[in-house]
Nanobody, 126 residues
């Protein structure tokens, strides 16, 4: 089993940058697809960014394309989300997730992922 722990959430101002990290432990030799989702109060959990097991393929939601980047360090079993140009609409709890299988459109849905972290709060003030 794989366990995920997120860190890096904070209260920032609009226009600031923030970097979230997700540390994986357990049976990480399987090199899962990793993703970040977010959930704002009263809203559904939505896909933010994902990265393939090898780290060679990435996906982004349209709302963060060009502002956020995702990276993976398989040697350290970590995945990071660099967020630039934050705005109040980015305020949410951010979750790290792991899944196994080919990357398809389903990879952008929460149901595809089998393991989740506990979440880290990101709040962007205007």
């Amino acid at each position: 089993q794989v366990q995920l722990v997120e860190s890096g959430g904070a209260l920032v101002q609009a226009g600031d940058s923030l970097r979230l990290s997700c540390a994986a432990s357990g049976r990480t030799e399987s090199k899962p697809v990793m993703a970040w989702f977010r959930q704002a109060p009263g809203q559904e959990r939505e896909f933010v960014a994902g990265i393939s097991g090898s780290g060679g393929f990435t996906l982004f939601a349209d709302s963060v394309e060009g502002r956020f980047t995702i990276s993976k360090d398989n040697a350290k079993d970590t995945v990071s989300l660099q967020m630039n140009g934050l705005n109040p609409e980015d305020t949410a709890v951010y979750y790290c997730a792991a899944g196994w299988g080919p990357v398809t459109r389903e990879t952008m849905t929460p149901a595809w992922y089998r393991v989740w972290g506990q979440g880290t709060q990101v709040t962007v003030s205007s």
